[in-house]
């Protein structure tokens, strides 16, 4: 016999075996998975790879629009004024 249970909410759960209608041992087997509930309807591992891979692409830009800025700076800058005649 095989039995499958998906909880609707957290909570705790009690599962009872009962055997007194037999008069030998039986063996159960009990497999079970414990997860959290979706994030935005994604797995939550994919979602929080999918947050960490959106980050990495922001910093990257980020340092690629500075270094962009930093050279335009230098580029623009006019060069210092000759010294003074004494």
């Known amino acids: ?7 609707s909410k957290g909570g705790t759960y009690v599962l009872n075996f009962d ?7 039986k063996h159960v087997y009990l497999g079970y998975d414990v997860s959290a509930p979706p994030v935005l ?10 947050i960490v891979v959106i980050g990495i692409v922001l910093a990257i830009l980020a340092f690629v629009f500075y270094r962009r ?16 005649p004494q």
């Open 41 to 50: 309807g994604l797995d939550p591992m994919v979602f929080i790879g999918l």
């Open 19 to 25: 055997n007194s209608e037999w008069s030998y041992a």
């Open 1 to 7: 016999m095989n039995f499958e249970f998906t909880a």
């Open 69 to 84: 800025s930093q050279t335009r700076r230098e580029v623009t800058q006019s060069p210092p004024p000759p010294p003074a």
